[in-house]
C-alpha cells in the first residue's frame, strides 16, 4: 500500500506569463536539488480543460523507505510552498491521502515535528 501528497490550486483567473515562468522554474530547480534518483518527487500534471480553474495539480508518491520519507515530504512541500507564494490569490489544497497539510503564513506546507533533525535522525537509522 503506497501513500500519496497530493497538491492543487484553483482560481479564476488562469496563470500570467510571469507566474508560469515562476512555476517553470520553481519545478526545475527542484528537480535539480531532489536527492534520490529513484524515488518520485514533485510530479505537476497538464492542466486538465475539463477542470477549469485548476492552475496547477499534481501528486507525489511518498517512498517506502523510512529513512526518506521525511526528506522527500521537505523537499516536495518546500516547492509546493513556493508554488503557492508565485500564484498568489489561488485556493490551495495540499493533502496526504485523507490528512490535509497544514499551512503556516511563515514556514509553508509541513507537518508538525517534521523538520524536527532528531526525528529525521531517529527515522534514518531504522
Request: aromatic content about 8%.
Amino acid at each position: 500500500m503506497s501513500v500519496s501528497l497530493y497538491y492543487s490550486a484553483s482560481r479564476t483567473i488562469p496563470p500570467t506569463d510571469a507566474e508560469a515562468a515562476a512555476v517553470e522554474r520553481i519545478v526545475a530547480a527542484h528537480m535539480a536539488c531532489f536527492p534520490y534518483e529513484d524515488e518520485e518527487s514533485l510530479c505537476l500534471y497538464d492542466r486538465d480543460a475539463d477542470s477549469p480553474g485548476e492552475i496547477v495539480a499534481g501528486s507525489t508518491k511518498l517512498p517506502f523507505d523510512p529513512g526518506r520519507v521525511l526528506s522527500v515530504l521537505d523537499q516536495v512541500l518546500g516547492s509546493v510552498t513556493e508554488l503557492r507564494r508565485a500564484l498568489p490569490g489561488a485556493e490551495w489544497r495540499v493533502h496526504m491521502d485523507d490528512l490535509d497539510v497544514p499551512w503556516d503564513e511563515a514556514d509553508g506546507y509541513a507537518f508538525p515535528g517534521m523538520r524536527d533533525p532528531n526525528l529525521a535522525a531517529e527515522l534514518g537509522g531504522l
